[in-house]
Nanobody
Framework: VQLQASGGGSVQSGGSLKLSCAAS????????TAWFRQAPGKEREGVAC????????AYADSVKGRFAISRDLVENTVYLKMNNLKSEDTAIYSC??????????????????????WGQGTQVTVSS
């Protein structure tokens, strides 16, 4: 049972990347899934979330309009398309699930009250 994040890399400011979060051993259908990021010396920030039912999405204020989260239940994978990347988007990006199935925004960021599964991170580096 695991989550596998991939797709990170190095891009110039204004560029795009698409991250993948593949689940194995369980189905994402019953979980809300979110992307979190952490930059050196900064707190972890939840940036995007998709609910278990109805595929409702939520975004942190810092990425709204630039990032898009989606999921493919056949592939059992959640994606994060990141456009117009900025240097401040540089961080390690990880994905996590919450069986409660909902996305909560507090103080402009995504919050999970529990983490059922947590995937290892993938590095995103944006150079100006």
């Amino acid at each position: 049972v695991q989550l596998q994040a991939s797709g990170g890399g190095s891009v110039q400011s204004g560029g795009s990347l698409k991250l993948s979060c593949a689940a194995s051993g369980f189905t994402l259908r019953f979980y809300a899934t979110a992307w979190f990021r952490q930059a050196p010396g900064k707190e972890r920030e939840g940036v995007a979330c998709i609910t278990s039912r109805e595929n409702k999405t939520a975004y942190a204020d810092s990425v709204k309009g630039r990032f898009a989260i989606s999921r493919d239940l056949v592939e059992n994978t959640v994606y994060l398309k990141m456009n117009n990347l900025k240097s401040e988007d540089t961080a390690i990006y990880s994905c996590a699930t919450d069986v409660q199935g909902v996305c909560v925004i507090r103080n402009g960021t995504i919050k999970f009250d529990r983490f059922d599964y947590w995937g290892q991170g993938t590095q995103v580096t944006v150079s100006s």
